[in-house]
């Protein structure tokens, strides 16, 4: 390996051969669990993001019903009454 810049250029660097072994590989097993709870939270996150998507989907569909309308045949008189007793 060497560097080339506007100043110039380097020496090159003295060649090492390396070499790992194949078999020697290890397995943490802190690791391993650590990969299985970061795919559990991964689809809990998933999971609560789709249930709120899903509920404000709903919400935007049905609209939003904030008064219930009872079939009375009261007249308007009736009303001011109830409002003027507190009821």
């Known amino acids: 390996m060497m560097a ?5 250029q380097s020496d090159w660097t003295q060649e090492i051969n ?13 690791s391993t669990s650590s990969a299985i709870w970061g795919l559990i939270g991964g689809a809990a996150g998933v999971v609560i993001i789709v249930a709120v998507l899903v509920v404000i989907w709903r919400h935007r569909t049905r609209g939003l019903i904030t008064t219930k309308h009872c079939p009375t045949k009261r007249t308007s008189f009736i009303k001011y009454e109830d409002l003027i007793r507190g009821q």
């Open 18 to 30: 390396i070499t790992t072994l194949f078999d020697a590989v290890i397995v943490d097993k802190r």
């Open 4 to 8: 080339l810049n506007t100043i110039g």
